[in-house]
């Protein structure tokens, strides 16, 4: 029964945490022209499952890794705020033939920093089943797949919400450098609520965002 209830609880975490990574397929691939946007969805959800096998295998080594947590929230921030800056200067380039290598040079590299929060967070609650950690990898990839999907085609279809999408990458970011060791102990004597420094990490973006549409018109 407590292996059940333990495997419907990966399942549901691991749908929801697909989420990040499908986000992250979404925006590299908006740009891109139909045919080949599939084609750079496919190769992105097997970059992401790929690293999802090799960080649980590397778990219990990641787990003790510091400033693992500060630094792919430091970079997810980063890939946040490159996107933006491309958001016009990517219309154009990623039409060509090296559009798709370059949506899935973006998409390995940011799928990297995502799924290490998300691998330490399933096989912490798998407890050290490798069985579970295993269906969490295996639900993942439909969620990736079709959450991918859905995201890049709204994406394209409505380009304010490209503002939504990176504001929730730039969320995650700040989620995972709040989470490290290091930052804790700096921030709980302060007494700060974590959501005023995810308030702020959304304002940056905002502020960035229109930063950007006004240098652009």
């Known amino acids: 029964m407590q292996e059940m209830l ?3 609880e990966i399942l549901l975490i691991s749908a929801i945490l697909s989420v990040d990574n499908a986000l992250v397929i979404g925006l590299a691939t908006r740009h891109l022209p139909n045919g080949i946007r599939q084609r ?10 790929a690293l999802r096998i090799v960080l649980s ?10 400033y693992i947590k500060l630094v792919g929230g430091l970079f997810l ?21 090296r559009g798709i290598w370059k949506a899935v040079q973006v998409i390995v590299i940011a799928d990297l920093m995502v799924s290490v929060d998300n691998v330490l967070a399933v096989v912490a609650i798998a407890k ?7 269906l969490g990898i295996l639900v993942s990839i ?31 970011g700040a989620a995972m450098i709040l989470e490290e060791k ?9 007494a700060i609520p974590n959501a005023a420094f995810y308030a702020v990490a ?13 240098t652009s018109s």
């Open 57 to 66: 295998m590397l778990a219990i080594y990641l787990i003790n890794l510091p």
């Open 202 to 214: 959304v304002a940056a973006t905002g502020a960035a965002w229109l930063t950007k549409k006004r």
């Open 128 to 134: 050290g089943n490798w069985w579970l950690v295993a």
């Open 142 to 172: 439909p969620c990736i797949l079709w959450g991918s999907r859905l995201i890049a085609h709204l994406l394209h279809k409505y380009p304010i919400l490209l503002f939504l999408g990176i504001a929730v990458l730039s969320w995650t």
């Open 182 to 190: 290091v930052v804790a102990l700096f921030i709980t004597p302060l």
């Open 6 to 8: 333990l495997a419907l």
């Open 77 to 97: 921030l980063y890939i946040a705020f490159k996107m933006l800056g491309e958001e016009h200067a990517e219309e154009s380039n990623m039409r060509g033939s």
């Open 40 to 49: 750079a969805i496919y190769w992105g959800t097997f970059g992401a499952v």
